[in-house]
């Protein structure tokens, strides 16, 4: 896990020193960009209920992710890449009903945000129902939305 983030890090370095222009976001929703008071076009990923946090779109082992750094340490990075595989085989597109029982009984809610499952490996399992995300909760066809880790 340490290679991983060191090689996320370095790779947000990297990428920190670029000249870009806003013109490459241009794949980016609009609702994910803010505008700052200096014109910068900056990507916002929503991190929690209420918290919305600068990213930085990153890719490893050819998986986009986006990449939450505060204080120097990465607090979140998500994936809705279907072809990223976890330690434990859980994939996004995966149905309710793929989730063994047991796991399904650790599943929480984030009012406004999402359900989650944790799972063993660290990576959690992000189910998004209704336009709350949080109107019910998961049946046997919905589907995991996005795989993120969050510290």
């Known amino acids: 896990m340490k290679q991983f983030l060191l090689i996320l890090c370095g790779s947000l370095l990297i990428g920190a020193c670029s000249t870009e222009t806003p013109e490459t976001v241009k794949g980016i929703p609009n609702e994910d960009l803010t505008k700052t008071k200096d014109g910068v076009v900056v990507k916002q990923t929503l991190v929690s209920a209420g918290k919305f946090s600068p990213s930085k779109s ?6 986009n992710f986006d990449l939450v750094i505060e204080k ?7 994936t809705s ?63 995991v939305k996005w795989i993120f880790k969050r510290h």
């Open 58 to 63: 990153v890719k490893f082992d050819g998986h």
């Open 72 to 78: 120097n340490d990465s607090i979140y990075m998500a």
């Open 81 to 143: 890449d279907s072809l990223f595989l976890t330690h434990d085989n859980y994939h996004v597109g995966m149905t309710w009903s793929e989730i063994p029982k047991a796991l399904r009984k650790k599943l929480q809610k984030e009012t406004g945000w999402g359900y989650y499952i944790e799972l063993p490996s660290g990576w959690s399992l992000g189910f998004c129902e209704g336009a709350s995300c949080t109107d019910t909760a998961p049946t046997d066809n919905s589907k």
